[in-house]
C-alpha cells in the first residue's frame, strides 16, 4: 500500500497578517512550510508528498522538487486546491492520502501513525480533540445562553482517506465544505476520530506564530 501526504499550501494566510503569507515565515529555523513538510519526510510510511501553492509562489516549488516532492498549483479556495493535489497524484500508485494544512507546522508523528493505523479499518480517519470548557452563545459581549459540549470535538489534519473514496467525494461536491470530512461525509463515507494533539495548533491569528516556535524549539530541545 501506498501512502502520499497532500500538503495544502495556497492560501494567503490574511488573518495571520504580517507582510508575507504565513507558510512562508521563518520559525525555529525553518519556514512554516519547511516545518510542515520535514514532519511528513520523516515518516517511514508516507512514499510521497505533493505539496499544492499559489499561483504566485509557484517559484518555490523548485526547491520543494529538488527535495523529491510532487507541487501542483493550488485554486480558489481549500477544496479546489485540495483537488488539484488528488490529480497530481494520478498515476503515482498512491491508495491512501493524509491531507494536511501547511499552517500546522508542529503536527506529530504520533498523530500521522494513528491517522495512518485507523485507514486500515476505515475509509476515512481524522484527528480531533474533545471539547472540554463549558460553551456558551454570546451577543454584545453578554451570556446569552449554555450549549451541551458532549459530543463536540475541534477537528485537525492530517484527515486521512482512502484515495478513490475522497476523489470520487471530492468530485460530487457542491462546495463550501469546511474541510476533507465533510466532503468525504457527504458521500456517507464514515469517517473514524482518532486522538488529536493540543500542540497540532493551526496557525492563524498573529499570536499564533509564538506558540508553534516554542513548540518546534521545545521538541527539537533548543
Ligand atoms: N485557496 C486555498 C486556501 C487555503 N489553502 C490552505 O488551506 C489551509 C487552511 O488554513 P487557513 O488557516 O484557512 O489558511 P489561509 O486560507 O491561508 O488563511 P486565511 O483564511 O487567514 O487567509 C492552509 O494550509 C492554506 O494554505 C489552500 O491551499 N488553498
Ligand atoms: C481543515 C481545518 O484545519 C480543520 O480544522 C480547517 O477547517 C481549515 O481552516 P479554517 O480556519 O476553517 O478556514
Known sequence: MTIAALIVAAGRGTRAGGVSPKQWRTLAGDTVAGHT?????RSPRIARIVVVLHPDDMGRGVAFSAQGCLVAQGGHDRAQSVRNGLEALT???????????VARPCVSQAVIEA????LDGAPGAAPALAVTD???????????????????????TPQGFH????????????GGAADDVEVARATGMTVVIVPG?????????????????????????H
Open 134 to 156: 463549558a460553551l456558551w452563545t454570546g451577543a454584545d459581549d453578554v451570556v446569552t445562553g449554555t450549549r451541551e459540549r458532549d459530543g463536540l470535538f475541534r477537528a485537525q
Open 197 to 221: 494533539d493540543e500542540d497540532n495548533l493551526k496557525i492563524t491569528l498573529p499570536g499564533d506564530f509564538a506558540r508553534a516556535e516554542r513548540i518546534l524549539r521545545d521538541r527539537d530541545g
Open 115 to 118: 491517522v495512518i493505523d485507523a
Open 163 to 174: 484515495l478513490a473514496a475522497i476523489r470520487a467525494a471530492h468530485a460530487a461536491h457542491p
Open 37 to 41: 513538510v520535514r514532519a511528513f519526510e
Open 91 to 101: 498515476g503515482t500508485g498512491t491508495s491512501r492520502v493524509l491531507i494536511h494544512d
